[in-house]
């Protein structure tokens, strides 16, 4: 249900269940998370672009796998659980690509990603009220983060979807692109995040993460120790070298 390549120092993992606009099923999820876990472990890929088709990034959870769930079988049992989590625990760098529908749990992946990249054709919402529930996969937190209470609030109440230009208006995604180049840019972002040092890399995720996680004083306070820790890397020294030599670094 997912398809891998390579393509320079990226992989790029796309979504590929077409019949069901990408509704994220047990299957799906359990292959996203082995081919995460096989470009994580890769030591040419630098970052991961998740992408689905032009029609759909993810239109969310699987409903017909939900529908005969049962409390507290449910409970007992997490579908969503670390099956869903899979893309936090990576390392490197992992790009959203969204174009089409990226609803429900389809959004809630795109926003666990590291960064949204959106076609003009993008749709975000978190629809599942329509369907007598709430968002699942961390949802009502991440959008609330992403786009402040307000907005959030009438997506997740609605279940109203949102554009590409007002996504980015909101602060929902990085940049628009054009639909047919959506890809190639999110590659060329791996490729230039390759061509960094990774030691710095690594710890910039892991500072920018942390900022959704731990109150100010605490992610100041992490950001200050893995800042520090950089001074003993090689790109460190590369980096200011090379800016003093008035020269491109090498890392
Ligand atoms: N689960 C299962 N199947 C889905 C699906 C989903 N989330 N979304 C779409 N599909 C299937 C449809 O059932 C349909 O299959 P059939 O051809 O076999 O009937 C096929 O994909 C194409 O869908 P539509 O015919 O509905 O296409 P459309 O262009 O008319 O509408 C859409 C597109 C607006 C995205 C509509 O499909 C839709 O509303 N999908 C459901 C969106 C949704 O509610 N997502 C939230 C799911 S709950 C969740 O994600 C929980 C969580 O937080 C973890």
């Known amino acids: 249900m997912i398809l891998t390549e390579v393509q320079g120092r990226a992989g790029v993992i796309r979504l590929n269940r077409p019949a069901a606009l990408n509704a994220l099923c047990d299957q799906l999820m359990g292959e996203l998370g ?7 472990a890769d030591p040419a890929i630098a970052a991961i672009v998740l ?3 032009e029609r759909a990034f993810a239109a969310g959870a699987d409903i017909k796998e939900m529908q005969n769930r049962r409390f507290p079988g449910t409970y007992l049992h997490d579908f969503i659980g670390a099956r869903w989590e899979a893309v936090l625990t990576v390392r490197k760098p992992v790009i959203a690509a969204v174009a089409g529908f990226a609803l429900g749990g389809g959004c809630e992946l795109a926003m666990m990603c590291d960064l949204i990249l959106a076609a003009e054709t993008a749709k975000f919402g978190q629809p599942e009220i329509n369907l007598g529930i709430i968002p699942g996969a961390g949802g009502s937190q991440r959008l609330t983060h992403a786009i402040g209470k307000s907005k959030a609030m009438e997506m997740v109440l609605t279940g109203r979807m949102m554009n590409a230009e007002e996504a980015e208006r909101a602060g929902l995604v990085a940049r628009v692109v054009p639909a047919e180049s959506l890809v190639s840019e999110a590659v060329a972002l791996a490729e230039k995040i390759g061509g960094l040092s990774a030691p710095a890399v690594a710890m910039a995720k ?6 959704f996680e731990l109150p100010l004083r605490e992610g100041v306070r992490l950001e200050r120790r893995l ?6 890397t090689e790109g460190q020294k590369e980096g200011m070298a090379a800016f003093l030599e008035k020269r491109k670094p090498r890392f």
């Open 206 to 211: 892991e500072a920018v993460n942390a900022a």
């Open 227 to 232: 800042f520090l820790g950089l001074f003993g």
């Open 51 to 53: 992408t689905g088709s």
């Open 34 to 40: 082995e081919a995460l876990g096989r470009f994580d």
